[in-house]
């Protein structure tokens, strides 16, 4: 069992960059693939992206290039960055790791709950 | 862009009947299909994989089936404790797109 741990702030004004961390508190396969995913009542289940132990990030074709993932696999943890938050971006953002690029997600955080607001 | 659409939307069953949830993909996904089961509050919860695979541990009364567009998943007998947003999830593209869920009521 992979326990993943979201953190980050929970409240982030509008055209700011919104950066949130995932901490592994397991021992996980290092091949495993992070990835994040947000969840609103308008969009309901998104996916944004993984990324590769090795750094290479993949993101959903259909977002606009806003997001950028990072992974630091001496501290076990990985990051997301949202430039320029609008109000659409509130959401619960998941931390997530599945074991191949195109495959299903096997392990899932608590999810943190993220308003863009003034 | 790759749709995924479930149906319906919610659902309304007694304890011991038999469910069937449906997930249509706009193209072919092969059997490239998850579902996640989701209490409120909680994080998804993966079930199924591969259309019909069963994650090792669960009750043996959940299944999947379909292949290529059209898929369901089944709760052969409806228990207090499957009372839950179901979702269906495409890994056929990079958009790993979701279904927008059936929510499940007693």
């Known amino acids: 069992q992979v326990l993943l741990q979201e953190s980050g702030p929970g409240l982030v004004k509008p055209s700011e960059t919104l950066s949130l961390t995932c901490t592994v508190s397991?021992?996980?396969?290092?091949?495993?693939?992070w990835s994040w995913i947000r969840q609103s009542p308008a969009k309901g289940l998104e996916f944004i992206g993984y990324?590769?132990?090795?750094?290479?990030?993949n993101y959903n074709p259909s977002l606009k290039g806003r997001f950028t993932l990072t992974v630091d696999t001496t501290t076990n943890q990985c990051s997301l960055k949202v430039r320029s938050v609008t109000a659409a971006d509130t959401a619960v953002y998941y931390c997530?790791?599945?074991?191949?690029?195109?495959?299903?997600?096997?392990?899932w955080g608590q999810g943190i709950l993220v308003t863009v607001s003034s | 862009d790759i749709q995924m659409t479930q149906s319906p939307a919610a659902l309304s069953a007694s304890l011991g009947d038999r469910v069937t949830i449906t997930c249509r993909a706009s193209q072919n996904i092969n059997s490239w299909l998850a579902w996640y089961q989701q209490k409120p509050g909680k994080a998804p919860k993966l079930l199924i994989y591969?259309?019909?695979s069963l994650l090792s541990g669960l009750p043996r009364r959940f299944s999947g089936s379909g292949s290529g567009a059209e898929f369901t998943l089944t709760i052969s007998s409806l228990q207090p404790e499957d009372i839950a947003t179901y979702f269906c999830?495409?890994?056929?593209?990079?958009?790993?797109?979701f279904g927008q869920g059936t929510k499940l009521e007693i």
């Open positions: 397991t021992a996980s396969n290092r091949t495993d693939y």
């Open positions: 591969k259309a019909s």
């Open positions: 997530a790791r599945q074991f191949v690029a195109l495959g299903p997600i096997h392990f």
């Open positions: 990324i590769y132990h090795g750094g290479v990030a």
């Open positions: 999830q495409e890994y056929e593209t990079y958009s790993l797109t």
